[in-house]
Structures are given as structure tokens and as C-alpha cells.
């Protein structure tokens, strides 16, 4: 059973029996099955547990039976949605490994956290609406919803048909509800779309390699949205698309979190930029805060001091303080 209570606390125990748990039904569709890949096993699973619809075509009764069993041992879990979500990242590294696929799907986990961090203390008093315009697996938007304190209208979008399949998969095991659309961010349609928050990954849209994609998707969400939060890398500001950027960018930055240098595989150094679609703005900090290695942040003075610079940062520009309104 899933428990989504206020109860956040993380037991290794429940993220290793359920991992155990789900890979034996994997490995078992891939032995006996006509579906030959982890990631596809995944897929076919996580919809078998979640009671929709599966093409049983290559898997016989024997193994329905077998899958079964594998549905009751789960459910016999006491397990939290987060508990739910950290164990179907290590399945996703599994079946993104089996068929070469890129790692860069899997976020690191203080993305999330510190999505979720800004965002409840921007937003006081109000439940929130974010659109998450590259998805990817879903990983990040469900790390987000599960940290938050505030119900959230969740949208996420992808123009591949995968991102989002395997997407809806995740958000059902998480037991958390989405509106998940294949569909380019950048399409038409989406030009009225209106909503609190707009996440943008700039790393996790792995098919598109066009650095001005990323420079009109801040362009395009900073004017639907109340805030943008996008994540960057450190030549961001300085590649020859970002001066059409800076001329068609209609809004305010309002600051920059540095992480840390070593937190993605790729060795770059990836930054967090916090915009807003007001500009006209008086009273509010621009700022630049680094976070140090994660070490680091076993230090409870360096610890406080950080978090004490954050909280006074994101008060600065929270929505009551920047729109007036509560």
C-alpha cells in the first residue's frame, strides 16, 4: 500500500523490497515474454500494477500468475510515494543501461528538493500550477509534487511519445496526478497557456540539440508564466544565441543558484535561474547564491548560513512581495 501522508521519512528497507520486487517481475517478462527489453518490461509492468490496459500478446497464463503474485507482494508494502519514486529511478537506470540509452534522464535529487524549496516559500498561501515543458520521465516532477507542502496542478510535456508513456507509468506508481501531453513546448497551441511556475530543464531534452530551443523556451514560458524556473548551464549567458535572447526576453531575472561542481556526470557546472514575467520591478534582491559541495553541507554553520541567504532571497521576490497579493 502507498501511503501518502505528511510522513516523509525515507526507509532503505522499502526502496530495496520494492526495487526487488519490480525487477523480479522485469527480469521475468523479459525471460518469458516477447518483450525482450528491461525498459519495455518496466513499461508493461508498471501498467500491470496500476490496473491499465497491457497487450498480453507472447505472455502466457503461467506468467500472468507469476506477474500476479508480484502485484500482491508489492501491495502488501507499507511504502511512501517518495519511498515508490527512488526506487523506480534505480529501475529506470537499469533499463536505460540494458538498452544504451542516456543516464541523463535520471536527475540528481537535490533538483527536485530544491524545485520544491523555492516554490512553496514563493508561493505562501496558495496551492500552485506548474508546467514542466521537457518532462523527461517524469523523475523530477514527481520528486517535486512529493517534496512540496502545497497541492499542485501538475503539466508536463514532451514532442516524444516514449518521454511521456514511460512518464505516466511513474506518475501512477507515485500515485500522483498529471496532465501529460505529447507535445512541443514550443508549439502554437501552448501560446495562451497561463500557470503559476514553468520548469525548464535545459540537460534533459536529450534529442534536441539546438542551444536557441532552450533560449526560446525562458523567452516564450517567462510570458505565460508568474515565475520561470530554469536550469543552465555556465555558458549560458555567454554563446552567441544569448544576445537575440537578451533583445527578446521580456521580464525580470531575478538571481541565479549555482550548484554544486560536481553533482552531474557530465562534469558541467549547472545553475538554476529564477525569472518572472513582471518588469517592473523596485524592491526586490538580485542574487547570486552557491551552493558548495554536498559535503559540505554536512556542516551545520554552512548549512544555516546558506539556508538563512535562501529564505531571505526567495522572500524578496515571493509573490506577495513582487505581485502584492497573497
Known amino acids: 500500500m502507498i501511503d501518502k501522508s505528511l510522513d516523509k521519512s525515507i526507509e532503505m528497507n522499502n526502496i530495496e523490497a520494492y526495487y526487488d520486487i519490480y525487477d523480479k517481475a522485469c527480469m521475468l517478462i523479459v525471460d518469458k515474454s516477447n518483450y525482450k527489453?528491461?525498459?519495455?518490461?518496466?513499461?508493461?509492468?508498471?501498467?500491470?500494477l496500476n490496473g491499465s490496459y497491457i497487450n498480453t500478446n507472447g505472455i502466457d497464463d503461467k506468467l500472468l500468475k507469476k506477474l500476479d503474485n508480484q502485484v500482491f507482494l508489492i501491495e502488501k508494502l507499507n511504502i511512501n510515494n517518495e519511498e515508490v519514486r527512488q526506487a523506480v529511478m534505480l529501475l529506470l537506470v537499469k533499463g536505460l543501461k540494458h538498452s544504451n540509452m542516456n543516464l541523463s534522464y535520471i536527475a540528481p535529487d537535490i533538483l527536485p528538493f530544491l524545485y520544491s524549496y523555492i516554490i512553496d516559500r514563493l508561493y505562501d498561501n496558495k496551492d500552485v500550477s506548474i508546467i514542466d515543458v521537457n518532462v523527461g520521465l517524469g523523475v523530477i516532477g514527481n520528486g517535486l509534487i512529493n517534496e512540496s507542502n502545497k497541492n499542485i496542478d501538475f503539466t508536463g510535456l514532451s514532442s516524444d511519445e516514449f518521454e511521456i508513456n514511460i512518464s505516466k507509468v511513474v506518475?501512477?506508481?507515485?500515485?500522483?496526478?498529471?496532465?501529460?501531453?505529447?507535445?512541443?513546448?514550443?508549439?502554437?497551441?501552448?501560446?495562451?497557456?497561463?500557470?503559476?511556475?514553468?520548469?525548464?530543464?535545459?540537460?534533459?531534452?536529450?534529442?534536441?540539440?539546438?542551444?536557441?530551443?532552450?533560449?526560446?523556451?525562458?523567452?516564450?514560458?517567462?510570458?505565460?508564466?508568474?515565475?520561470?524556473?530554469?536550469?543552465?548551464?555556465d555558458e549560458f549567458f555567454s554563446r552567441d544565441e544569448a544576445k537575440q535572447f537578451k533583445k527578446e526576453f521580456k521580464g525580470t531575472i531575478l538571481g541565479l543558484i549555482v550548484l554544486p561542481n560536481d553533482l552531474f556526470k557530465s562534469g558541467k557546472r549547472m545553475n538554476i535561474l529564477i525569472s518572472t514575467r513582471s518588469d517592473k520591478l523596485v524592491n526586490y534582491d538580485l542574487s547570486i547564491l552557491t551552493i558548495p559541495s554536498l559535503n559540505d553541507l554536512n556542516n551545520k554553520e554552512k548549512l544555516n548560513n546558506l539556508t538563512n541567504k535562501l529564505n531571505n532571497w526567495l522572500e524578496s521576490i515571493s509573490f506577495k512581495n513582487i505581485y502584492g497579493k497573497d
Open 37 to 48: 527489453k528491461y525498459i519495455d518490461a518496466f513499461y508493461l509492468f508498471g501498467n500491470f
Open 171 to 233: 506518475f501512477d506508481l507515485c500515485m500522483n496526478e498529471a496532465n501529460l501531453l505529447v507535445m512541443d513546448a514550443l508549439d502554437k497551441r501552448l501560446d495562451n497557456f497561463s500557470s503559476d511556475v514553468a520548469i525548464i530543464n535545459s540537460y534533459n531534452n536529450i534529442n534536441n540539440d539546438n542551444k536557441n530551443y532552450y533560449y526560446s523556451l525562458i523567452t516564450k514560458y517567462n510570458k505565460l508564466c508568474d515565475y520561470t524556473i530554469s536550469l543552465i548551464d
